[in-house]
């Protein structure tokens, strides 16, 4: 019976360490300000934005990735698949806790629900869906890509 009530209270120790976490990480320190061309300035040091920048070179060959596999006489589902997968919620879970922690919640939000709809492109075209069904996803993912960058611009702090 005591094993069973320290196993319960380490439990929901555990829980409240990771919900307190969790918040963090999902709120952080946002430093952000008015930029010189209207979006806004997410302030980071200079190692966070190169990191940032290129996770979203890596979105950018994602992308390059699915059209490559749309573009042939045939769709070539596997390229697809795997190009999509690659830039998915696995991407996504390895992303530094310290830079999530500096970007607004709109920033992190548009970010995940991208990662995930990458998933959920690898799964359409393993399942065989058409070119145009493919074509109306991606389309759905880079219009979300093209609204952060107009609201956001990353500035490596002086």
Not at 129 to 145: D, F, P
Request: net charge neutral; with cysteine.
């Amino acid at each position: 019976m005591e094993l069973r009530i320290f196993y319960s209270t380490f439990i929901v120790l555990l829980l409240m360490i990771m919900s307190i976490f969790g918040c963090a990480y999902m709120k952080g320190k946002i430093v952000v300000s008015p930029g010189t061309d209207r979006r806004e300035d997410i302030m980071l040091e200079p190692a966070q934005r190169d990191q940032l920048l290129k996770e979203m070179r890596q979105l950018l060959q994602g992308v390059h990735g699915i059209l490559t596999g749309l573009s042939g006489q045939e769709i070539d589902a596997q390229k697809v698949e795997e190009s999509g997968r690659s830039v998915g919620m696995k991407m996504a879970s390895d992303s530094d806790p310290a830079i999530m922690g500096k970007l607004p919640d709109l920033f992190k939000e548009m970010g995940v629900s991208v990662h995930r709809d990458f998933d959920e492109l690898a799964d359409a075209a393993k399942r065989g869906e058409s070119e145009k069904q493919i074509m109306a996803r991606l389309v759905s993912i880079t219009s979300r890509c093209t609204t952060c960058h107009e609201i956001y611009r990353l500035t490596a702090k002086q």
